[in-house]
């Protein structure tokens, strides 16, 4: 994380240099206009004499005003460069670094959550380097140059004894801070959990309805909800006890600088002007010092967002750095998998189990079994999104580990059960936004997908947009559209995992017609719990437990009078065309 602030930083070196000159000039500049009022009243005692000389000062303070304008408006610039270049750079590595997490390590992390480390912790700490860059530069410049201007202007015994109260308003701040800090945290671990909270409950809105759990909904959320309010409630009262501690002592600053200085006008030592001066440099000090518990406020909610988010940082990658004539290469789908056993991280209890699987290229594999048999858990290794023992799985010879993972995928065209759609258009779904396809080569994969027809007949066609998740399609036409991705990506290996589930029987038949055809000299494995959407595979093999009861093909296993007969005979009816259901 630390490197990713540091590369971003980098790239605006000339912004940050340009920043700090801007505000170094205005700080100085802001001096003038007190000088410029404290000598105009000190004129004011022969103003006949003076009057040329007080209209050009006030002449050139609306000069100054302007020039004030010209140079705020350069570091207000810079700083918003610098500050959302940070928060762009900053999101854009967060994705990226999603994108290449183990599946074991995404899982492992809550919808709510996530949302949480782009919104809030970003924008921390995009915040803290706002108000660093900027209402800190601010606060270095004004204690140098506007402390120096009243030393040396006007009374260096008055300068320090005006500056002693906010040294100790400081010191005060300090002691307050860890309690800020404390209440963020709490803060931030309640909007966590009802950014989770919120998040299932959108996920999960069909069911509530269907259940009538609005009620019981609304209620948790209130509880939440409230607590998030007391959080946040807390971490304001010790915020503004900051602000009230810094108002209270920067009081005791012109008062000093009232009785004191009125003290040195009376003995001649300062004049009336140079005493107006001096509490105009105090007024500088409003701004900068109200900041500083703001700036420390900001720094420690950085400095929580800074470590949840460097934690996943810290997590595993997969590593997905292929030169393009590595992607190029072709596997042709001999599949052998040798004594495999495998169990979910922090998962004692096998979930595979000394499997042994044999596909040559051009073959077709059939896997039925019980839930929870692992089914599609071998897949989810046969693609390496999880970690695979060496020497258990081998593609043409080679073990699956010395595979790059980028061939490896590129070579796999694995459609999942979950169908997951995008918000977007139905071509942009199919082609999975890869500009490489062309429009017919998209809509003759939907014709072999038994989807064609129904997209003709939609008001813009291939070009159609769909909602969220796909929740405008049936469950078959979403199937289907996913489907149609294995049609265009034309994999040398294609996985169907529980594809067929929607589809009605005749739908189903017409395309594992076409999956047949299509697949030709490719490898593919078709995980289905119907007999009918595997019996035409080479060699079909049966999971219970994550071990493999039963192989052979639809005849034999037939014969053996096992759970694939049982599966048969609870599936076997027959339609007025005499199919299989």
Known sequence: MRKVILDSLKKYKLSFLIHFIFIGLNIYILTIPAKIIGDIVDMLYDIETNKQYIINNIYFLLGICVVLICVRMVWKYTETVISRGLEKDIKLKLFKRFLKLKLKDIQNIKNGEIMSYFVKDTNEIRGATYRIISHGARIFYTFIIAIYQMASGVNIYLTIATIIPIIIACFMMVKIKNQVEKSFVKAQKQFTELSEYVQESTDSIQTTKAYVCEKKQLEDFIKKNRKVKQSNNTVDIYSNLLTTTVNICFGLCYSIALLYGGKLVVDGQITVGELITFNGYIGLFVGPVKWIPTVITRVKRAQISYKRLNKVFELDTEKINVKEKEIENVLEGNIVIKDLTFHYPKIMENALENINIKIKKGETLGIIGTIGSGKTTLMNLLTRLYSVPRGKIEIDGKDINDIP???????????????????????????????EYRIDEIKDSTKKAVIYDEISKMPKGIETKIQERGVDLSGGQKQRVAISRAFLKNSHILIFDDTFSALDNRTSQSLLKNIKEFSGEKTCIIISNKVSDIKDSNEIIVLKDGEIIERGNHEQLIKQHGLYNEFYEQQFTKTEEGMLV
């Open 405 to 435: 993972i980028e061939v490896l995928r590129e070579n796999i065209c694995y459609i999942t059960q979950d169908n997951f759609l995008f918000s977007s258009t139905l071509k942009d779904n199919i082609s999975l936004f890869k500009e």
